[in-house]
């Protein structure tokens, strides 16, 4: 159910820039005139996240989590009939509030639901999509455009999402809602509002640069709002965004790693294709086809870094993993124009290799001391976090190429743009590396041995439990923990 969602919503946030192309001839504009399309699903998606903890805890992680998902899909299905480019860019904001409250939702279901050793399990499974998904969206999305029509690249999402709606519906535990206080009205309208100025600032600044007015009036406003934002959140009693978490030493560390070190993983995969297609001139197909290695790398190393993390912690893992792609980057800028498609395949797949050890640890790690009544907070924080450190990375790339590039040549980065950005990328990642190595995670660790000796069908610690939840259908009693046979996502 969760990895389903997590790959619908991860393809559509990429899939849509392959149909531009596509859509500005069927509304006969400019590719440059259909920027609200993409920016529009970034911008509601950060500006619906802080209400999904509330959401959550008011009325369950099921009931939420499915509605969500219903009008992700219908919204993609009005984008797919879209008669003016008004309404795809209205169909696209409902989009990205519904994603918004979906990631969130189905990792606090999933954290809320397993014990530790269990939870770095599941992120073995729930990094499949999150790894899948971005190098297939390419991919599928030229299939889609070239064979079908834009409008496939929307209705892709009904096959795939719908079953998974069908499903979560009949066999998806149902997890009660209770009583999580008044509904913190000024601290959404202050997080939405910063979140989405700050989002639109970050995405615009690489396209219209960042010394634009429309940009920097963004970022600074966004930049007041998150501070305001802030203030208020640490005073009211009830706040929408429990910013008081980050006074735990290892939820805020392993936060910081995710804002930073996604820079560099992020930032290696964005600028992969435009290399390939910009510097070496290679289809969009070879390039696709060229990063894809990636993703085997990943799915190879988080199945051992399940088994090594209760042993070694999170500590090393992060940061041998993110030392790891600093040296793969410096690898990626010794290619030039006639660097060969399976040497830079090689270094995808290294870079694959380091980069899973880098995202189940930090999932993990980030809610191995915070109290189970607070796990839903703490899933919006963390989503709130990883998706600024993913917008910043295309952010940073972007920047770096054009510093890089004379102005003669401004619409095609030569070679050594690409090789000094790579270096930029190497250098973040070598700082993320020295700053994991910092990281507490005695108790990351003593939360994994307590449950290592769990089995799924075997009752969890009160402090590891999960929050009560009552069976599909009604009159079963509530449990901790999840058996085997039980379907919880």
Known sequence: M??????IAIVDGAITTVALPSIARQFHLTTAALDGVVVIYPVCLAMAIPASAWLVERFGGKRV???ALAGFLLSSLLCGIAATLGQLVAYRAVQGLSAGVLFPASAALLFSTFNTEEQVRISRYMIIPQQIAPAAAPVLGGLLVDRLSWRWVFYVNIPVGLPALLFGAVFLAAHRGSRPGRFDLPGLLLSASALG?????VSEGPNRGWSSAAVLVSLVLGTVLLAATAVFELRVRHPLLKLRLFAN?????????????LIPIMGAMYIGPLFLQQAQHRSALESGLTTFPEAFGVLLTV???GVLYARIGPRL???CGTAGVSAVLLLFATCDAGTGLWTFRAYMFL????MGCFFVPTTVASIATIDRRDLAHASTLNTVVRQTGGALAPAAVTTALVLGTPSAAAANPPVAAYQHTYLVLAAIAALTALFALTLPDG????AARATSGTSAGSPVPPEQGQEPCEARGGGAPDRPGARTGDWVG
Do not use: E, K
């Open 2 to 7: 969760c990895v389903s969602v997590t790959f």
């Open 65 to 67: 989590l499915l509605t």
């Open 197 to 201: 100025t700050l989002m639109f600032g």
């Open 249 to 261: 030493r290892l939820f805020r560390d392993t936060n910081l790693l995710n804002l930073v070190g």
């Open 303 to 305: 199945q051992l870094v």
């Open 317 to 319: 893992i992060v940061g």
């Open 351 to 354: 870079l694959g290799v380091a």
């Open 443 to 446: 108790p990351a660790r003593a």
